[in-house]
């Protein structure tokens, strides 16, 4: 595809070399340049693409977008037999040559956004299967992975950026898929990675205080903003009104909507919910009433999950997916990372899952008493570079709620170790919980495994889904759930030579 038709519709300057410069790829990293690239200069929020720029020229770049240019730059470009146009909107740009080139994927799938604090990626899991159990073929496009059915990648963000996101979108098509199914976090909103997306539904699962940092949201007020402005896009609604913001918007906004709740009446609401531990089953019995009537089984525990089941059902109810349908997908489903049961031991459940804030070890710490443990015992890390209020809110929160706290490291990326212990440590001191400072996470692991004992609940946290743990900057692949079963499997050959 030629450079003009990558541009068609938008306003631009070409201030060197032809139009007709043949595009067969789009980038913005230029790790990823390579001969026939169309290279976005673009100036992030962190970094700079101009710091990028020799790279990306060096590696056979045919064509440069750039916002401004300045003497070093045009010194640099004008160098190299290359062509070069200049935008006045960089977002604009990109968005108009990623639906160009691929011509227009977005228009050809019904597209679903799922936003919320917590529970995005369970409920997208969920209604994934659900479209897929009704026969619609749906990509996946979230925290633990993007999903096309017989292709699966790594994700780089819960919502990939742009061009990335059109280039699923294209595959998504390619492979015969009609739905698409995307987390959309706020910060995705903010940085324009869904530009150009018009979605048939937007789901919204809960709000609670988080990501109030620098680089992500300067105040909960813009927190709050970025996700009702993905909202009030939508022309068609799915509101948990257990959470109160969620409530508030169900009076807000103007479309038309679905709402759902564990705890009232609502378009879809649950009559009764019994939680439910037996040798197979981990979960809740679930009686609803409203657009659909009638009990499932719930295979991931908690009411928590009954509230993200609920959801899901509710928009799989808009997608037309039936009450059987809804009966044979949520007695199987189990979402990676999420309330997974790494292994039964010693009578003990070892269960790992991605909670990493206050509120989400909250919210498991709880749900695990419902089932009545005779002990908890919480593993535990913070990421580096992060909140320390994060820290310490969970290092209070596993005092209070577990038995047995074993503090190790999560990702601390570039922060020392110590300096997030010392945050967990205020947190702990506070409730004055019995806790074990572990720092590597393989020997934390199997200390844990080691302490099991009949009806103990070993909760591995934190990390969840991820595959690697990054520390002094590097990332190594490191898997909570391969960790357990080779400690397991150790620990019961040496039982067995003993």
């Known amino acids: 595809m030629t450079l003009q038709s990558l541009l068609d519709s938008l306003e631009y300057s070409l201030i060197q070399g032809s139009i007709q410069t043949e595009i067969s790829h789009l980038t913005e990293d230029s790790r990823t340049v390579r001969k026939g690239s169309l290279f976005f200069c673009r100036r992030g929020y962190q ?3 101009e710091q990028y720029l020799a790279e990306a020229l060096a590696k056979g ?7 401004s240019a300045g003497s070093e730059m045009l010194e640099l470009l004008f160098s190299r037999d290359i062509s070069v146009a200049v935008v006045g909107n960089m977002d604009e740009a990109m968005q108009t040559a990623a639906a160009n080139f691929y011509d227009h994927p977005q228009k050809k799938l019904t597209l679903i ?7 995005k990626t369970t409920v997208s ?4 299967a659900l479209l897929e159990c009704a026969g619609l073929k749906t990509i996946l496009i979230g925290t633990n992975g993007i999903f096309t059915g017989d292709q699966s990648f790594l994700p780089t963000h819960t919502t990939p950026p742009l061009l990335q996101l059109y280039q699923y979108l294209d595959q998504a098509v390619r492979s015969g898929c009609s739905h698409a199914v995307m987390e959309v976090s706020s910060l995705a909103v903010k940085q324009g990675r869904i530009r150009g997306l018009d979605f048939s539904l937007g789901v919204f699962t809960n709000f609670s205080p988080d990501h109030i940092l620098a680089g992500e949201h300067e105040s909960l007020e813009e927190y709050r903003s970025w996700k009702r402005q993905f909202l009030e896009q939508c022309p068609f609604c799915v509101l948990n009104v257990d959470d109160p913001w969620g409530e508030e918007l169900s009076r807000q906004l103007t479309c038309p909507m679905l709402t759902c709740s564990r705890k009232r009446k609502a378009d879809l609401y649950a009559v009764q919910a019994e939680c439910r531990m037996e040798d197979s089953f981990w979960g809740s019995v679930v009686e609803v009433m409203g657009c659909y009537e009638g009990v499932f089984r719930l295979s991931m525990p908690g009411s928590y999950n009954v509230s993200n089941a609920l959801t899901a059902a509710a928009a799989g109810f808009w997608a037309g997916v039936s009450f059987e349908q809804i009966w044979e997908t949520m007695q199987r489903i189990q979402v990676t990372g999420r309330c997974q049961v790494a292994a039964r031991y010693h009578g003990a459940w070892l269960v790992i899952d991605y909670a990493h804030n206050e509120s989400s070890l909250l919210a498991v710490l709880n749900m695990v008493r419902e089932y009545h443990p005779h002990r908890i015992v919480c593993l535990f890390g913070c990421g580096g570079e992060r909140s320390k209020l994060r820290r310490f809110g969970m290092g209070r929160i596993s005092a209070r709620l577990a038995d047995v706290t074993v503090i190790t490291q999560d990702n601390s990326r570039r922060e020392p170790f110590s300096s997030i212990l010392a945050d967990i440590m205020d947190g702990i001191r506070m409730e004055r919980g019995e806790y074990l ?15 099991a004992r009949p009806g103990d609940f070993i909760l591995f946290l934190g990390k969840g889904h991820e595959t690697y743990q990054e520390i002094n900057g590097s990332r190594q692949h490191f898997s909570d759930l391969e960790t357990i079963c080779r400690e397991i499997e150790n620990e019961t ?3 067995g030579e003993q």
């Open 493 to 495: 050959k040496e039982k």
């Open 125 to 128: 899991m969920m209604l994934r």
């Open 113 to 119: 956004g799922i936003t919320g604090t917590k529970g």
């Open 47 to 49: 970094t700079d693409g």
């Open 437 to 451: 400072i572990i720092p590597d996470r393989t020997e934390a692991i199997r200390h844990c495994i080691r302490l």
């Open 61 to 67: 770049a045919a064509a440069v977008i750039c916002q």
